[in-house]
């Protein structure tokens, strides 16, 4: 499916769930070929030192609508705090990511999550300047990973605290 580029495009966020389930798993699949993201996520997860005793997740589908055409073309979820956010390049840098963002922090301040912890590759500026305009701080010491094809991926731990433990 292809936008006209040259033609309005709405974007519009909605919750993920089995109905979905096609449209975003080939999401997922088109990401994977255009990012190292998910390798990097499941080869960490092994290695995670975090403990979140809130379980509360959602996934968020970016939605792309023009005329009769309608894609997901971005994906954002919160699970145990670990914020997870990605979005097709041809779509990037049109602000589409602050706008996925602001609606994970949204509902994650509405579940009453305190805390939302993410890893970003050490040379995505882009990537970091947003989280760091969200109030996002780096945490301890950058990791690195070398990936089954080859690259070393260097992550930076960033925390956001939406509020004080009662």
Known sequence: MMFDFDKPIVFEIEVANLDSAVKWQNLIQ?????????????????????????????????????????QPVGIGSVSRGEVGLAILKQFQRAGLGQLLLTELITWAEENDIFELWLDV?????????????????????????????????????MTKYLKEKE
């Open 30 to 70: 088109t990401l994977m070929s255009e990012t190292d993201l998910f390798t990097i996520g499941s080869m960490r997860d092994g290695n995670s030192e975090t403990d979140f005793n809130d379980y509360k997740a959602v996934t968020l589908l970016l939605i792309a609508k023009q005329e009769s055409m309608s």
């Open 121 to 157: 590759q050490t040379n995505n500026q882009v990537a970091i300047h947003i989280y760091h305009k969200f109030n996002f701080v780096n945490q301890g010491y950058e990791t690195s990973f070398t990936l089954p094809n080859g690259k070393v991926a260097k992550l930076q731990r």
